[in-house]
């Protein structure tokens, strides 16, 4: 897919790429150079480690959006189609 970046610097990704990647207006991204290629990706959760008992838990920071069936759908189909991709499956 192609698409041109505005006079600001705005740069448009096409709608079926935000739906593959579950992209939502607001979701902060983190933009890199890393060797001649642009990388976009969500920020991850910002957490914090607490000792519960024995374990150690991540606990966020912030209140994350609340978790929707559609989510969880696009992750198990995500997570489906990587592991059919690894050799020897």
């Given at each position: 897919m192609k698409t041109?970046?505005?006079?600001?610097?705005?740069?448009?990704?096409?709608?079926?790429i935000r739906q593959e990647a579950n992209l939502k207006a607001g979701l902060p991204l983190e933009i890199e150079w890393r060797e001649g290629r642009i990388e976009i990706e969500p920020v991850p959760l910002a957490v914090r480690?607490?000792?519960?008992g024995r374990l150690l838990i991540a606990v966020p920071t912030e209140n994350p959006e609340p978790l929707t069936s559609e989510t969880v759908e696009w992750t198990r189909e995500s997570l489906g189609a990587e592991r059919s991709k690894k050799p020897g499956k």
């Amino acid at each position: 897919m192609k698409t041109t970046m505005g006079f600001a610097g705005r740069l448009v990704i096409p709608k079926k790429i935000r739906q593959e990647a579950n992209l939502k207006a607001g979701l902060p991204l983190e933009i890199e150079w890393r060797e001649g290629r642009i990388e976009i990706e969500p920020v991850p959760l910002a957490v914090r480690l607490v000792r519960k008992g024995r374990l150690l838990i991540a606990v966020p920071t912030e209140n994350p959006e609340p978790l929707t069936s559609e989510t969880v759908e696009w992750t198990r189909e995500s997570l489906g189609a990587e592991r059919s991709k690894k050799p020897g499956k």
